[in-house]
């Protein structure tokens, strides 16, 4: 059985949602989709899920808010006369946008969180809809039926282990399609609450995991997963075969194509993720597998650079003498909820790198300030333009001379290189440049393993 999750570009429109539906019933091992909210249909367009946020702001704010549950309706309703469905059928979703700002919400974080699921809902009921009319035997399943239940803040939920008992107890047969909205749980309090933006990804990996699916496809709007950005190297070799490991480390630097956070209850459920393109499900896309038994085809997988980090670079002399110094320092950073993404340190010498989206100029004045007071350094300074540019492969773990390479395509292009540092996975390897380096850096390290 496989579990089939379609981004928002792959259901925008009547025309894409009509070659979603040939790609799911292409193969009668796909019983389980899973559905985002309509993306753009041009490059001007709005997404459904940002028309949704407006309208939770509007009601928030005591603002008119006809205009865009007019406009959301008139999306759902495009799709639907492509297939011709009666209007009718479509009341019981206007009926329901419509009642919205009469629930009861305990605060307006979960008044957000529930408008914004509603864009997935009414695709998954939509689709539903769709195929039942063409024949098919569709079923509509929210999360609320499979007991997808849900911890942590509205807008950013975190799945429980519950959720994975009660998905393995649900049932259904062979024969037909099972429909799930994407993105969002149930609270134990019963309320609605999203995984982080691009969450869908997320539900088809519970779904994936919980259903003991043998294969999770994600289709999106790309052929595969790319060896580096499409903007920044031309024509990029795409990747067949990565693990979940080398999916994670290229994450965190900036692949967007899958959802990080998806490939947990997928390495959990020891589930392979296919990632296609909706408009080319002939071609093979990426496999992301797990580690075991791996055989990689080249020694790097993917370079990507992240342009988001800064970084609190401190030097005072017999800073290794000094106990607990460090703990000191993370104290700091955790008073303010603010994490540290790398801590390279010489003998006397310390850098913390910090995530530019965590903090704003304000707090980084406060955080300085506190650690000049309990540190005292020789000297203290905020340094934002830091870019890190990852490099990762499994084929570079037990190879000789992989830093080499790297870094001399780096020094005959006379870009600066203020930090290096190895993954404990010796998987890969961080790459710390200015900001105005990152793509130069790329392309560079690119053409020395991809070029020929």
Request: net charge negative; with cysteine; proline share 6%.
């Amino acid at each position: 059985m496989k579990v089939v999750k379609f981004g928002g570009s792959s259901l925008a429109d009547g025309e894409h949602f009509a070659q979603a539906i040939k790609i799911i019933t292409a193969d009668p091992q796909r019983r389980v989709v899973v559905t985002s909210a309509p993306g753009k249909r041009t490059a001007n367009d709005t997404k459904v899920t940002d028309l949704l946020i407006k309208y939770a702001q509007q009601v928030i704010a005591e603002q008119p808010f006809q205009e865009t549950v007019t406009q959301i309706i008139d999306r759902f309703t495009a799709i639907a006369d492509y297939f011709n469905v009666p209007q009718a059928k479509l009341a019981p979703l206007a009926e329901r946008l419509n009642e919205l700002p009469n629930w009861h919400f305990p605060n307006n974080n979960y008044l957000l969180a529930a408008f914004k699921a509603h864009g997935e809902r009414f695709n998954a009921q939509l689709m539903t809809i769709i195929l039942q009319q063409l024949g098919y035997e569709a079923r509509f399943v929210t999360p609320e039926q499979v007991g997808l239940r849900v911890t942590g803040t509205p807008n950013n939920a975190s799945v429980t282990p519950e959720a994975y008992s009660l998905l393995d107890r649900f049932s259904f047969n062979d024969s037909e399609l099972l429909i799930f909205p994407g993105f969002y749980g149930i609270t134990l309090a019963g309320h609605l609450a999203t995984f982080s933006r691009g969450g869908s990804d997320i539900t088809g990996a519970i779904l994936a995991r919980g259903l003991h699916a043998d294969l999770y496809e994600n289709f999106t709007d790309v052929d595969a997963i790319y060896v580096a950005n499409p903007a920044v190297v031309d024509h990029p070799q795409p990747i067949a075969k990565m693990t979940y490991r080398e999916m994670r480390e290229l994450s965190y630097a900036g692949f967007s194509v899958f959802h990080d956070e998806a490939l947990i209850p997928a390495i959990q459920g020891n589930v392979p993720i296919n990632v296609k393109n909706t408009q080319h499900p002939e071609k093979p896309g990426t496999l992301i597998v797990p580690d075991k038994n791996f055989q990689p085809a080249d020694i790097v997988t993917g370079v990507v650079s992240g342009k988001h980090f800064a970084a609190i670079y401190l030097h005072k002399y017999l800073l290794n003498k000094e106990t607990g110094f460090t703990l000191r320092i993370l104290n700091i950073l955790a008073r303010h909820n603010v994490s540290y993404e790398h801590m390279p340190s010489g003998i006397d010498d310390i850098t913390i790198i910090l995530d530019k989206n965590q903090i704003d100029d304000q707090l980084v004045d406060t955080i300085c300030n506190e650690i000049q007071e309990e540190i005292n350094p020789d000297q203290l300074e905020w340094i934002d333009n830091y870019a890190i540019t990852m490099v990762v492969g499994e084929g570079m773990r037990n190879r000789i001379g992989v830093i080499n390479d790297i870094l001399a395509p780096l020094a005959e292009g006379g870009i600066p290189v203020p930090i290096i540092n190895q993954g404990a996975s010796r998987i890969s390897i961080m790459i710390g440049t200015y900001d105005r380096d990152a793509d130069k850096a790329v392309r560079a390290i690119y053409h020395r393993f991809f070029a020929n």
